[in-house]
C-alpha cells in the first residue's frame, strides 16, 4: 500500500448543495484513503437512499433526539476486500425537501489481516460514525481519518453472552436455528431472514453469530442490521448471508423460498443431528449442524461461556485465523474444556472434517487435532464415507475424513470387492494426518510377506492388491503421504505378476479387478508386467494373453517416436508402456486379433513390435522369426528416422524390403543418406549371396540406387549404364509390373523420386530399353514428369548420356502420326530439344532418310503391320518435310529406296 492508499479508506455520501450554483443532489462529499474510480462505484452503488428505520424523527427533532436517532449497519464483502456503510437520517437537503440520508462508507481492503483480531459488528454505535443533521452541517461534514473506525460498547462478548442468557427471554433454541440457518448460507444455501421486535436487539444478534466464530472467519459474514421486505431480493443478490427485518415485516417475506425466515419470538422445535431438522412454528425447516449443539454447549453460565469463546479466539489465532471454517475454532476450544462430554463426539467430527487446510504438521494444534481424530475414528469404512460425504457437502477440507476411508477401506476386503475407487471422488491436496502412512506400511507389508505363505490364494491376492492400488493412487496417495506408495504397491504386486502370465488365471484376475483408473496401470501395474521374470522368459509377443493387454491398455498411450525410445537410458515414464504396448501391437498384427471397436488401426504401430522382435531376437539369438519381422516391414509404417535407427541398432537383421516404401513415398529427410548405404551395402551382400534375399530386398535396394542419383550430368556412362542394366527393370517392375507389390500411382511417390524415374525411363528408352510392358498410363505420367524437368535432357545429350537418334526417331513418328491423321501440327518435347541442339549446332542425330530408318527401328519393330504400313506408306514425303522443317537435309542426292511393310 502507498502511504495515501492503507488498508481502510473512508467515503461520505449524501444529497448536498455545495453552494457552487450548480445545484445540489446525490453525491459523494469527500473520501480518505485513496479510493480510486473503481472502488468509488462499488461503495456508491451500495448506498441505501432511502431510511425507514422506527420510530423516524420528530419534524422538529431535539438535540437529545438526533443524537439518538436510528441508524443502519451493513457489512459486506465486495472486489478488493469489504466495506461498512452507516446510514443515518439526515433531516432536509439544501434544497429543503425532508428524508435526505447520510452515508459513511468504511472500505477494509485487507479483511484477512491477522491484526487486529476484531469482528465488524464491534463498530455497531462507534463514535467514529460521521451523523450530520440539516443542510449546514451536512455540507460541512468531511472524513478526516483514514483507519478503522472506533468500537462501540454496544455489542461486546460480555454482552452478547448477557443477552443470550437473559432469563426474562429464553433465547436458546432461536439461537441454535440461526446458527444452522447461516451456516447453510454460509455454505451456499438460503440466505437467512431474522425478524426482530426492536432494532436494538439486531445487533446482537448478529454479535452472537459472529462471537461464536473466529475474529478473521466473522469478517467473511455479510450482514444487515435492517431492511425492509422490498430490499429483501436486493440482498439476496448481493450474497448477504443473515438480514435482520422488523417484525412488522412478517406478513410481506412470509412464503417467500429463496429465503430462510427466523423469528426471535418464535419457539421452534429443535431437531436432532443427522436426523430431524429443526422446525419453526411457520414450519420452516434447518438442518441441524454441531454449530448449534457446541454453541449450547458453552452457553450454560456466563462465565463458562466467556471461557470458551476466549478459548476459541485464541485457538484461532493460533492457528493463523484465516481460512478457517465457522464452527472449527469453537470445537477445539470444547474438546480441550472439562465437562464437555454431552457433544465432545459432535466436536471431533468437526475438528476431523473441518480441519484447516494449512494446519502446519507437527504444530501444538496439528496434534491435539491428531489425538482427536484417533479417539473419534469411524469404526467402518461405510462410516467414514458418510463423513467423506459431509465434507464434501459443506465444500469443507476433506484431508482427514479422506484419510479415515482409505484406511479403512484398504483392510475391508468386502468393501474392496464392491466398490470402486472412482467413486469415492475426492483426492488428497495437501499433508495428511500421519497414521496414513503408517497404515500404508503395514498393510503392504502383510501383502509382501503374505508372498512366503503357500496357502496364499494367489489370485484373490492379485486382486485385492490391484483394488488397494487403485484407491491409494485414484486419491493421490502417491504424492501426498510420506513413504514411496508406488514402490510398496509394485512391491506387492511383484508377489503375485507370475499369475498374469497365465491364461486362465491372468483373465481371473482382470474380470474380478476390473477396470483401472489410468494412472494406477502407468505407476504399477504396466511396470510391475514388464519386469515379470516369468513373462520375461517368454518370447515376445507370447507373454501376456490378449485380454490381459487390453486390459492394461484400456486407451493407447503416448507413445514416443522410435528414436526416442531407442536413446533412452533410464526413462521408465514411457519404457514400460511401451514394453508392453509392442507386445499388444504384435499379436494384433502378426496373431490377428481382432481390433477394439472404434480405436484406431494398430498397424500404425507397426515399428514397436518390430523393435520388441529384433530386441528380443538379439537378446536371445532367436533366428526363427525373419517371417515375422519381414511381415512387420510390409506394413509401409516405417519412416526414414525409423529405419536409420532400427538398421543403426540392428544392421543387417533389418531386411532391405523395410525401406521400400519410405524410399519410394517419404519426403526427403536428414536420414536418407543412412539409410540410402545399408541399401547401398544391401546390394553389395546381394551379389555374393542372391538367395538370401527377395524380391522386394532387390526392388527396395534398386529404389535406393535410383534415389541415390544426385546430378543426372554428373554420372559417368557406366554408372549411367549399370543404373539401366542392373536397376530400370527391376525399378519398373515394381513400380508398375504385373508382380508389382504395389501399384503405385505416380502421385503417391515422393516428387523426387518421380522426377528421377521420369529421367531413368526416358535414358533407358533411348538406349532402346524394351518398355512395351509398361502401361500406357504409366508412360503418359512418366512423360509429364519429366516435362517439368526443363534443360535437363539437352544437358544429358550435350554431355553424350542419351542418344540423340533415338529422340529424333520419336519426333519423326510423331510427326508421322499427325500427318497420317491429317491433324493440327503441334510440336513436341522432342522438336523442341531437336531444334535447341541444332540451333547451338550440337545436333549429332539422324539426316537422311537412311540414317532416320535405323534410328526409328527399335521403336516401330514393336508396332503392328498396319501401324509400319502407315507410315512408310508416305515415308519419302514425311521425312522430307521433317528433315526440312529442322534444316537437316544434309545428302540430296541419295536414292529412295522401295520398303517392304511386312515385319522383319
Not at 431438522?277 to 454449530?291: D, E, K, N
Not at 471461557?307 to 478457517?324: F, N
Not at 494446519?359 to 473419534?376: I, T
Not at 483426492?427 to 497414521?435: I, Q
Request: charged share 25%; with cysteine; hydrophobic share 45%.
Amino acid at each position: 500500500m502507498t502511504a495515501d492508499r492503507g488498508r481502510f479508506a473512508h467515503l461520505i455520501y449524501t444529497s448536498f448543495d455545495d453552494g457552487s450554483g450548480t445545484g445540489g443532489g446525490w453525491q459523494v462529499k469527500d473520501v480518505s484513503g485513496g479510493i480510486d474510480s473503481a472502488e468509488r462505484e462499488v461503495l456508491t452503488a451500495w448506498v441505501a437512499t432511502r431510511f425507514d428505520l422506527v420510530p423516524a424523527l420528530d419534524r422538529y427533532p431535539t438535540p437529545a433526539d438526533i443524537d439518538n436517532r436510528q441508524r443502519r449497519l451493513m457489512y459486506a464483502k465486495v472486489s478488493g476486500g469489504a466495506a461498512y456503510w452507516h446510514t443515518v437520517e439526515a433531516g432536509t437537503d439544501g434544497s429543503g425537501r425532508p428524508g435526505n440520508v447520510f452515508a459513511h462508507v468504511v472500505l477494509d481492503r485487507e479483511i484477512d489481516a491477522p491484526e487486529p483480531p476484531f469482528r465488524p459488528i464491534e463498530v455497531w454505535r462507534s463514535p467514529s460514525w460521521l451523523m450530520p443533521y440539516g443542510p449546514v452541517n451536512t455540507r460541512a461534514a468531511t472524513v478526516e481519518s483514514a483507519e478503522l473506525p472506533e468500537f462501540g460498547d454496544v455489542v461486546t462478548r460480555d454482552r452478547v453472552i448477557d443477552f443470550l442468557l437473559d432469563a426474562s427471554v429464553f433465547r436458546q433454541n432461536t439461537l441454535q436455528v440461526l446458527l444452522d440457518a447461516v451456516v447453510h448460507s454460509w455454505d451456499g444455501g438460503a440466505p437467512v431472514v431474522l425478524l426482530v421486535e426492536n432494532s436494538a436487539s439486531a445487533a446482537l444478534w448478529i454479535g452472537a453469530v459472529e462471537y461464536l466464530m473466529s475474529p478473521g472467519t466473522s469478517r467473511h459474514l455479510s450482514w444487515s442490521t435492517h431492511d425492509r421486505a422490498d430490499a429483501v431480493s436486493e440482498s439476496i443478490r448481493r450474497k448477504i448471508h443473515l438480514t435482520v427485518a422488523p417484525g412488522s415485516e412478517r406478513d410481506a417475506l412470509t412464503g417467500r423460498g429463496d429465503i430462510v425466515l427466523l423469528d426471535e419470538t418464535d419457539d421452534p422445535t429443535l431437531g436432532v443431528l443427522d436426523a430431524e431438522p429443526h422446525m419453526t412454528q411457520a414450519g420452516t425447516a434447518v438442518v441441524v449442524t454441531p454449530w448449534s449443539m457446541l454453541a449450547q454447549a458453552v452457553l450454560i453460565d456466563h462465565s463458562t461461556a466467556l471461557l470458551a469463546l476466549g478459548m476459541q479466539d485464541s485457538i484461532a489465532i493460533e492457528a493463523g485465523d484465516s481460512g478457517l471454517s465457522p464452527m472449527w475454532p469453537l470445537a477445539m476450544a470444547v474438546a480441550s474444556m472439562p465437562g464437555m462430554e454431552d457433544v465432545r463426539k459432535e466436536a471431533a467430527r468437526v475438528i476431523s472434517e473441518q480441519r484447516p487446510i494449512a494446519l502446519a504438521p507437527g504444530s501444538r494444534l496439528a496434534l491435539v487435532s491428531d489425538q482427536v481424530d484417533e479417539e473419534s475414528a469411524p469404526k467402518s469404512t461405510a462410516e467414514a464415507v458418510a463423513g467423506l460425504r459431509r465434507a464434501q457437502s459443506h465444500s469443507r477440507p476433506a484431508s482427514v475424513a479422506l484419510s479415515y476411508v482409505v484406511r479403512l477401506a484398504i483392510i475391508d476386503k468386502e468393501w474392496l470387492a464392491n466398490n470402486r475407487a472412482s467413486e469415492i471422488g475426492a483426492v488428497f491436496s495437501g499433508p495428511t494426518p500421519g497414521a496414513l502412512s503408517a497404515t500404508v506400511q503395514t498393510v503392504l507389508h502383510g501383502y509382501i510377506e503374505a508372498a512366503q505363505d503357500k496357502f496364499t490364494k494367489k489370485v484373490d491376492q492379485a486382486v485385492h492388491i490391484l483394488r488397494i492400488a487403485d484407491l491409494l493412487v485414484v486419491t493421490n496417495c502417491d504424492v501426498a503421504v510420506d513413504v514411496d506408495v508406488v514402490d510398496l504397491l509394485c512391491n506387492a504386486l511383484e508377489t503375485v505378476v507370475a499369475k498374469f502370465s497365465d491364461p486362465l488365471s491372468g483373465s481371473r484376475i482382470i474380470q474380478l479387478a476390473g477396470g483401472l483408473d489410468e494412472r494406477t496401470l502407468h505407476l504399477v501395474v504396466r511396470p510391475t508386467l514388464t519386469t515379470s521374470p516369468v513373462a520375461q522368459q517368454l518370447p515376445f509377443g507370447h507373454r501376456f494373453d490378449e485380454a490381459v493387454l487390453r486390459w492394461v491398455f484400456p486407451s493407447y498411450p503416448k507413445i514416443p517416436f522410435l528414436r526416442k525410445i531407442a536413446e533412452a537410458k533410464d526413462e521408465p515414464e514411457f519404457r514400460d508402456d511401451v514394453a508392453l504396448f509392442s507386445e499388444l501391437v504384435y499379436g494384433t498384427v502378426i496373431a490377428q486379433w481382432h481390433p477394439e471397436r472404434g480405436k484406431s488401426n494398430l498397424r500404425e504401430f507397426a515399428d514397436l513390435a518390430l523393435w520388441g522382435i529384433l530386441n528380443d531376437a538379439r537378446e536371445t539369438g532367436a533366428t526363427e522369426r525373419a517371417d515375422e519381422i519381414r511381415t512387420l516391414c510390409r506394413l509401409d509404417t516405417l519412416s526414414f528416422d525409423d529405419l536409420d535407427v532400427l538398421f543403426s541398432r540392428f544392421g543387417t537383421a533389418i531386411p532391405p524390403e523395410a525401406a521400400l516404401f519410405a524410399i519410394v513415398s517419404e519426403n526427403d529427410s536428414g536420414c536418407l543418406g543412412t539409410v540410402l548405404a545399408q541399401l547401398a551395402a544391401a546390394g553389395h551382400r546381394m551379389i555374393s549371396d542372391y538367395k538370401a534375399f527377395n524380391a522386394q530386398d532387390r526392388a527396395a535396394v534398386s529404389w535406393g540406387a535410383l534415389r541415390g542419383v544426385g546430378s543426372w550430368t554428373e554420372l559417368r556412362r557406366d554408372e549411367l549404364g549399370q543404373l539401366v542394366d542392373e536397376h530400370f527393370d527391376v525399378v519398373m517392375a515394381d513400380f508398375g509390373g504385373e508382380n508389382a507389390k504395389t501399384p503405385t500411382a505416380p502421385v503417391e511417390m515422393a516428387s523426387d523420386v518421380l522426377r528421377k524415374l521420369a529421367v531413368l525411363f526416358y535414358v533407358a528408352q533411348s538406349r532402346g530399353r524394351d518398355v512395351s510392358a509398361v502401361p500406357a498410363v504409366v508412360k503418359e505420367k512418366l512423360r509429364t514428369a519429366f516435362d517439368t524437368q526443363s534443360g535437363l535432357l539437352s544437358a544429358l545429350i550435350e554431355n553424350g548420356v542419351v542418344d540423340v537418334a533415338g529422340i529424333a526417331a520419336r519426333s519423326f513418328l510423331d510427326y508421322a502420326d499427325q500427318q497420317s491423321n491429317r491433324e493440327q501440327p503441334r510440336r513436341s518435347r522432342e522438336d523442341d530439344i531437336i531444334a535447341d541442339l541444332v540451333r547451338r549446332q550440337l545436333y549429332s542425330g539422324p539426316s537422311d532418310w537412311e540414317s532416320l530408318r535405323d534410328a526409328m527401328w527399335p521403336t516401330i519393330r514393336e508396332f503392328s503391320a498396319v501401324e509400319v504400313e502407315i507410315i512408310f506408306a508416305s515415308y519419302r514425303r514425311y521425312v522430307e518435310e521433317w528433315l526440312a522443317q529442322f534444316d537437316l537435309r544434309t545428302r540430296p542426292d541419295l536414292s529412295w529406296p522401295a520398303f517392304r511393310t511386312e515385319l522383319q
